[in-house]
Nanobody, 130 residues
Framework: QVQLVESGGGSVQTGGSLKLSCVVSSFNSKKYCLAWFRQAPGKERQAVASIDVDGGATDRDSVKGRFTIMKDNAKSTLYLQMDALKPEDTGTYYC????????????????????????WGQGTQVTVSS
């Protein structure tokens, strides 16, 4: 059973930065499409950024130039560096993993649903105040 454990959330003011981490068990024994999702209050969960087994990354238009997804294979950890944070970035952030594509992420990130990922972390809260 794959386990994902997020950390690094917190409260910051507009323009601040946070770096989220997600330790993934079985990181190096399987090939995963890895992603960060977020769920704002009262809204559906949506994908924010993804990275595949070869390091190919994509992200949502609303975070381009501000968020960077990266991974450290040696530490079995997925990261999300978030800069220039805005109040609309507030929400619970989840890391997710799926090995159905043998490490590659398919389809448009904007259209991904929860069912596209088999494994989820418990979430970490990010609050950005104005």
């Amino acid at each position: 059973q794959v386990q994902l454990v997020e950390s690094g959330g917190g409260s910051v003011q507009t323009g601040g930065s946070l770096k989220l981490s997600c330790v993934v068990s079985s990181f190096n024994s399987k090939k995963y499409c890895l992603a960060w999702f977020r769920q704002a209050p009262g809204k559906e969960r949506q994908a924010v950024a993804s990275i595949d087994v070869d390091g190919g990354a994509t992200d949502r238009d609303s975070v381009k130039g501000r968020f960077t997804i990266m991974k450290d294979n040696a530490k079995s950890t997925l990261y999300l560096q978030m800069d220039a944070l805005k109040p609309e970035d507030t929400g619970t952030y989840y890391c997710a993993a799926d090995d159905g594509g043998i490490g590659y992420c398919f389809g448009a990130l904007d259209l991904w649903e929860d069912s596209d990922f088999a494994h989820w972390g418990q979430g970490t809260q990010v609050t950005v105040s104005s």
